[in-house]
């Protein structure tokens, strides 16, 4: 089992940043690829971006890309999500999964179906 913990969610002003952190416990012998998902009032969760195990290879939801970066510090076990220059539509719970066995293709890590793993989910508000 691996327990999964997201930390730095919060309320910002449209145009600011915000660190997310996705911390790891338990059984984490194994390298798991992470996911970060997002699930606004009355939408469906959507993948926002991920990485595999060593961190060679990230993937972005495509209206993200150049606004977000993901990173990890295996040494920590913890998965980061930088959010940069955010604005209103970013409004929602934002979740980490991991998996392991996941591979690192785009279609594995984007699938939220692939996580058995997942955090509570931190909360993002970002006023305008």
């Known amino acids: 089992q691996v327990q999964l913990v997201e930390t730095g969610g919060g309320l910002v002003q449209a145009g600011g940043s915000l660190r997310l952190s996705c911390a790891a416990s338990?059984?984490?012998?194994?390298?798991?690829?992470v996911g970060w998902f997002r699930q606004a009032p009355g939408k469906e969760r959507e993948f926002v971006a991920a990485?595999?195990?060593?961190?060679?290879?990230?993937y972005y939801a495509d209206s993200l890309k150049g606004r977000f970066t993901i990173s990890r510090d295996n040494t920590k076990k913890t998965v980061y999500l930088q959010m940069n220059s955010l604005n209103p539509e970013d409004t929602a719970v934002y979740y980490c999964?991991?998996?392991?066995?996941?591979?690192?293709?785009?279609?594995?890590?984007?699938?939220?179906?692939?996580?058995?793993?997942w955090g509570q989910g931190t909360q993002v508000t970002v006023s305008s």
């Open positions: 999964a991991a998996e392991t066995g996941i591979g690192s293709s785009y279609s594995g890590l984007s699938n939220s179906y692939k996580y058995d793993y």
């Open positions: 338990g059984h984490t012998v194994n390298p798991y690829a």
């Open positions: 990485v595999n195990w060593n961190g060679g290879s990230r």
